[in-house]
């Protein structure tokens, strides 16, 4: 089955995850962590790539990158490589490192990038792993203040207007909604508006109906998604052949806690590592 090209950025601007093979760890510890902070700033001088934003997690990572489509391949594929042997070197151990290929998302405008880059360092946050983002070492949080090494910051803070507003955005408990996506309407959607949303959400070979066996959270996520976008619960329970209660269930707050772009990263995020 040949692979779906990945959808371009207009502004050359995309948010990358990798996940470790089978969902394991991919860094054990902090020297794996700087290794491959190490390999990852080589490439990017090499290659002529620009970091907005970084977070490493124990068993994937998230990047935001300016580059084109082919030099980003090439970076991602010459980081991976380069990481992978040094780990399973390390540790005694042979096969693959990664989950295949990595997950891509294209941002085009400013409020996009500026959700990603808020999703991306609100990771460990909402993992639990600490109450802020300046508690988590392994981000470009740090760099924002003031810990250069990796990341292009200037834009993104000429963006918000200063430091202070950047650490005011990342702290606010509701990210701005962003109307830039074109899904967001305050008009009630026809069933053909619905089901072809729920496409570009997911992507084809998938009717609503797969809300029913899709897992709690990505049904979370699309439920929330399609609500916002202006469906409707009884035209979801419809189309999917569900029911009120199931979607209302569904639904589990998301809306107040994050803007639309986050919910579609994160929706992009779950279907990868499924």
Not at 145 to 169: A, D, E, N, P
Not at 240 to 265: A, K, P, W
């Amino acid at each position: 089955m040949a692979r779906r090209p990945r959808k371009q950025s207009k502004a050359k601007i995309y948010h990358v995850v990798q996940r470790g093979v089978e969902q394991r760890d991919v860094f054990l510890d902090d020297k794996d962590r700087r290794v491959f902070l190490g390999l990852l700033g080589k490439k990017l001088t090499a290659y002529e790539c620009l970091l907005f934003a970084w977070c490493l997690m124990d068993n994937h990572f998230h990047l935001a990158i300016k580059a084109d489509l082919e030099r980003m391949a090439q970076l991602m594929h010459d980081v991976q490589s380069s990481y992978a042997r040094y780990f399973n070197s390390r540790y005694g151990r042979v096969g693959h490192l990664f989950q295949g290929r990595y997950w891509s998302g294209a941002i085009d405008s400013d409020e996009q990038l500026m959700c990603v880059i808020r999703y991306i360092h609100r990771n460990p946050v909402e993992a639990g792993i600490c109450d802020a983002c300046g508690g988590y070492e392994w981000s470009s949080y740090s760099e924002y203040m003031g810990r250069q090494h990796l990341t292009s910051t200037r834009f993104v803070i000429g963006i918000l207007g200063g430091l202070k507003s950047f650490i005011g955005f990342h702290e606010k408990d509701v990210a701005p909604r962003v109307s830039g996506s074109g899904f967001l309407q305050r008009r009630r959607r026809a069933d053909r508006e619905v089901r072809s949303i729920f496409k570009r959400l997911v992507g084809e070979g998938k009717g609503l109906s797969y809300l029913k066996d899709c897992g709690p959270k990505v049904a979370s996520l699309l439920v929330n998604l399609l609500l916002l976008a202006g469906a409707s619960l009884r035209q979801l329970a419809e189309l999917s052949g569900t029911s009120v209660r199931f979607l209302t269930s569904c639904r589990d707050g998301l809306e107040e806690r994050y803007s639309f772009e986050e919910m579609r990263y994160q929706l992009g995020e779950q279907i990868q590592s499924a």
